[in-house]
């Protein structure tokens, strides 16, 4: 009569065993996944920021055919697209991106800075247009002085870049921006103020240093600002200081200018060379 008793006794023991061979077994699953999705996400970071931005692409493109339905990970595609300057692939992967759940207004503020890089500056005003005015940040005022200064409505241009400045910690590319835009329009004193103080803010920036040296060239200033730069910079400087001489008329100056550049620079200046064989002949 004690073995029936003994047999379920063993039946028991053994299915409370296996009932907790499968519980230690889906925690184990639910740990590796969660240790899965720590590691996806980490690496996404990595991608997005220190990958190289075609193996970035290529990366976004196999997670994006697996998981279609994350926007984090369509995000992911259209930012690696841009990084990899492949804009015209960008443009409709951020369009995707912004029809989706989850959407966000800085989305929108990407896909029409994407679409302005590509020249398609009408549909990136529309597209800048849906966002509420509530959305005031620098990405988006710096993309709305670019298209007022492509329409020529210069006091919405000026009013955009003065906004876009105050809400950023570095304005220096902003600045420099907002320079050419006076500097294309004849305000030559004012553009280099702002290209004086892009540099201020990023003693690296040599777009800005070269625009200050054509803000004074059209002023028919050609002495150089007092600046950071080094000896190659200085020379390359010289060299865009004297062709703005010759495009004054001031030929004798811009040779001058150029044989300075030649000097200057620590190895063969092949343009400042040719522009002054050119002349002499």
């Given at each position: ?11 028991a ?5 296996a ?27 990595v ?8 193996e970035?692409v ?10 279609p339905?994350?926007i ?10 841009v990084?990899?300057?492949r804009f ?25 800075d994407?679409?302005?890089r590509t ?13 509420p005015?509530?959305?005031e940040?620098?990405n988006?005022?710096r993309l709305?002085?670019?298209l ?11 009013s ?17 921006n907002?320079?050419?835009?006076k ?20 003693p690296?920036?040599f ?5 200050l ?6 002023q028919q200033?050609?002495s ?7 000896q ?13 001489a ?6 004798s ?10 000097e200057t ?7 400042a060379v ?8």
């Amino acid at each position: 009569m004690r073995h029936p008793i003994l047999l379920s006794a063993c039946l028991a023991g053994v299915l409370l065993v296996a009932g907790c061979a499968e519980k230690e077994d889906e925690t184990v699953e639910r740990a590796f996944q969660d240790v899965n999705v720590v590691d996806e996400s980490n690496l996404n970071d990595v991608m997005l920021t220190v990958a190289d931005p075609n193996e970035a692409v290529g990366y976004f493109t196999r997670t994006t055919k697996e998981k279609p339905d994350r926007i984090d990970l369509q995000r992911g595609l259209a930012y690696s697209l841009v990084r990899a300057k492949r804009f015209t692939e960008a443009a409709p992967a951020w369009e995707k991106v912004t029809t989706m759940e989850g959407a966000t207004a800085e989305d929108s503020v990407a896909l029409a800075d994407t679409l302005i890089r590509t020249g398609n500056w009408a549909k990136a005003e529309a597209t800048l247009d849906t966002l509420p005015p509530t959305h005031e940040t620098f990405n988006r005022y710096r993309l709305e002085a670019m298209l007022a200064d492509s329409n020529e409505e210069w006091t919405k241009s000026d009013s955009f870049y003065e906004i876009a400045t105050g809400l950023t910690t570095k304005p220096s590319g902003v600045l420099n921006n907002w320079g050419y835009s006076k500097l294309t329009r004849g305000d030559y004193k004012e553009a280099e103020r702002l290209f004086g103080e892009a540099i201020r803010q990023d003693p690296t920036l040599f777009t800005a240093k070269n625009n200050l040296v054509l803000a004074r060239g059209a002023q028919q200033d050609y002495s150089l600002p007092v600046i950071p730069m080094d000896q190659t910079e200085r020379a390359q400087l010289l060299h865009t200081m004297a062709l703005s001489a010759i495009k004054q008329g001031d030929v004798s100056v811009g040779k001058a200018l150029l044989r300075d550049a030649i000097e200057t620079h620590p190895q063969h200046f092949e343009p400042a060379v040719r522009a002054l064989n050119a002349l002499d002949t």
